[in-house]
């Protein structure tokens, strides 16, 4: 009975605490040690499980600071992280795979650090240089964040070299060294991914890519519909309505999302809540 | 029943009055929560890390049992003066420490065997969660050459804390084995340590503490398995013959050590 009252006020201590303010302390950034050398030493025979306990950190680290809104957003700990999870663990592909991803996106949804990205990837094929998941990725990166797509053609032909690679890698390696920045090369390579990926991560990645897409196709022909309204009344549409009672529209557009897209000082623009964003460079993926 | 056999049931009931096999009800909690976390928090690593996890609890509980449990086999009998009941019955002094050993080794068999059956059972219901891919390789009974090494490694560590245990007390005994441990770890940074220091000297020294140590870090397989790489079985062998003969060496120590105590 003691027990149990005792055991209830240290529950009822604790929901209190909770609504205290937190205290500074200044440590979100805290990572004892960095260097990978001794980690492993440190690590005995544990290196993977720790391998799998940075992980963790790496993720959280990167889920944490995107959903923050605060304005010291950083994601100084996510290279470092990622950098102990593959030194413990050489052959951890999701770490590479996904930290990449994580690393090369721009701000605010990552800390747009392609460089570090290609670094983690080319970390990796040292490790396993007949792996072709990563050969894969280490081309988007330059395909996608660099748009050097001769590079990323170098890549995925590589890739496609390898003995467990797809079918569909080689003819995107031709693809992309043809069209590199191309948009239908770009919406190939990714339906090629939604459609053959094991990951269902990677998938819905994919898939959100090609949405992207389909919301930059989407944005062009709006764009030739302000213009033709425009032509044809004299004046800019300052809403959708404009349009919409000019029949250039049947109602507010939507964003493959389902969000409609707004009308900024005669632009069309994505909700700024949008999954969406931020686009690829619609200068350069034509 | 042979007297070691006595001497070796004897330590395996006192293990289960000891309420020793409860760390498998935490080994079971443990992977059946971490399993259920994990998956929330991985991004589809849910199977490695529990791979991972349930390798590195094998050999923790079963280290843990090896050194506390090990190092008061002699050393307990010895203080409660028991020692000189049992002596005094048809049993040598190399039957007691043999038939003290093998009572351990009994009980880590039993914790090992019924742990790895519940790393696979979780697997196999985490199979059932996963992608076709990962679920081909979840429950890979090549993993099971990973379980055998840890087995025989706990098997040395237990030799090594008894050996302790015939001359030293339990706080000793527990610090000199897991220095042990610790230092059979390193065993590679031994063999390469002429690239490190100028001195010959020191050098030389290194490579004789390499050969001379118990090399713990072979019997660490675990990354192999769970990344589906391949451990030939001459390797399993080799290694397996180190660890009797290191094991063989440490128990005639033994033996030959508490045959010369004096309990008069």
Not at chain 1, 141 to 153: F, S
Not at chain 1, 161 to 175: D, G, S, T
Not at chain 2, 64 to 87: D, H, N, P
Not at chain 2, 229 to 251: D, M, N, R
Request: cysteine-free; glycine content about 6%; hydrophobic content about 50%.
């Amino acid at each position: 009975m003691a027990l149990a009252a005792l055991l209830a006020s240290a529950v009822g201590l604790q929901i209190l605490r909770e609504r205290q303010p937190p205290l500074t302390s200044g440590q979100d950034q805290l990572l004892y040690v960095r260097s990978p050398e001794a980690m492993k030493r440190l690590a005995l025979s544990y290196d993977s499980l720790l391998a799998d306990v940075y992980w963790i950190r790496a993720i959280q680290h990167y889920g944490d600071t995107k959903r923050s809104t605060g304005a010291d957003k950083s994601y100084g700990l996510l290279y470092p992280l990622l950098d102990l999870t593959t030194s413990l663990d050489p052959r951890f592909n999701a770490a590479y795979q996904f930290g990449a991803i994580f690393l090369a996106e721009q701000p605010p949804a990552g800390p747009g650090q392609p460089a570090q990205a290609v670094a983690l990837l080319e970390k990796g094929i040292k490790a396993q240089p007949d792996n072709w998941r990563l050969l894969q990725a280490l081309g988007f990166i330059h395909y996608w964040w660099y748009e050097d797509y001769p590079t990323a053609a170098r890549w995925f032909a590589e890739a496609a070299r390898q003995p467990e690679a797809p079918v569909w890698m080689a003819p995107l390696a031709a693809v992309t060294l043809a069209q590199g920045g191309n948009r239908n090369a770009s919406r190939q390579m990714w339906r090629s991914i939604a459609e053959n990926e094991r990951d269902e991560w990677f998938r819905l990645e994919a898939l959100r890519r090609l949405q992207q897409l389909d919301a930059l196709d989407q944005m062009d022909a709006l764009r030739r519909g302000l213009g033709d309204y425009r032509s044809r009344t004299g004046r800019p549409a300052v809403r959708w309505e404009d349009l919409i009672g000019a029949r250039f529209l049947r109602g507010v557009p939507l964003d493959p999302l389902g969000l409609p897209y707004r009308l900024v000082d005669g632009d069309v623009a994505l909700d700024a809540q949008s999954r969406l964003l931020p686009l690829p460079n619609p200068a350069t993926l034509r | 029943m042979p007297a070691v056999a006595r001497v070796a049931v004897n330590v395996f009931r006192e293990s289960v009055r000891d309420k020793v096999l409860y760390n498998l009800v935490a080994f079971a909690v443990l992977l059946m929560a971490a399993s259920y976390l994990i998956g929330q928090l991985t991004a589809g690593q849910d199977v490695k890390i529990i791979k991972d996890l349930g390798l590195a609890a094998i050999a923790t509980f079963g280290l843990l049992i090896a050194i506390f449990i090990g190092i008061g086999l002699v050393w307990k009998e010895v203080e409660r003066r028991s020692i000189y009941s049992i002596l005094s019955k048809p049993v040598s002094r190399a039957q007691f420490v043999v038939g003290k050993y093998l009572g351990l080794v009994l009980t880590l068999s039993v914790n090992v065997i019924v742990m790895s059956a519940a790393w696979y059972l979780v697997l196999a219901y985490m199979a059932t969660t996963v992608g076709e891919a990962t679920a081909a390789t979840a429950t890979d009974p090549a993993m099971l050459k990973a379980v055998a090494l840890i087995f025989v490694e706990l098997m040395l560590v237990t030799a090594l804390a008894l050996f302790f245990s015939t001359f030293s007390s339990p706080f000793l005994s527990a610090g000199l084995t897991m220095g042990l441990w610790v230092a059979g770890h390193f065993n590679e940074d031994l063999r390469n340590f002429q690239s490190v220091v100028d001195s010959t000297a020191a050098a030389w020294l290194a490579r004789g503490l390499y050969y001379l140590l118990p090399n713990f870090a072979a019997f660490d397989v675990k990354y192999q398995v769970v990344h589906g790489l391949p451990v030939p079985a001459s390797y399993l062998a080799s290694t397996a013959l180190y660890g009797a003969v290191y094991i063989t060496l440490l128990l005639v120590a033994s033996v030959a050590v508490f045959s010369r105590r004096d309990f008069k």
